[in-house]
């Protein structure tokens, strides 16, 4: 209907940068004299909070092995929330560019100019203790004032 396939994998490259950017969190248990006993990486998932919510939730029977699921906390996960057209920043569409195929001096590769969408991304913190939830918030929320702009590559 459209033509020839093409694939340029910019949502996933767009999941994947927003993923990155939790990648280093870390939450640490001190003694009551103030001494750290346990540093520990927060894992981070793409999935619904859902999907976590319902594995707390669960009411797993023992006998049987197969339904017990072990939910390791703190943990974050990550989604898309929504995706819309944003025409505000949209060019007109009979700009184009080139870009030289890899390998090959003489072919050129024609793009015209990509449509605008806002992705938005509900990170989401589950956390045993209000402490370590309190330790993964402010490790985040400095860098986000009130917004904060990643640059990616197109191709």
Known sequence: MFGQHFYHEKIRKCVAT???MFNNIYVIRK???GSVIDQ????LAYAPKQKFLDRINQSPDFDDNERFIAVKLPRM???ISSMYYDPVRQL???NSFSQQTSGDNTNRQKFFTAVPYILNFQLN????TNEDAVQIVEQ??????PAYT?????F
């Open 18 to 20: 927003f993923g990155t």
């Open 31 to 33: 003694n009551s004299s």
């Open 40 to 43: 520990m990486k927060v894992p």
């Open 77 to 79: 996960s990550f989604e």
């Open 92 to 94: 007109p569409k009979i």
């Open 125 to 128: 913190i589950l956390a045993k």
């Open 140 to 145: 985040i929320l400095p860098f986000f004032n």
């Open 150 to 154: 990643v640059t990616m590559k197109q």
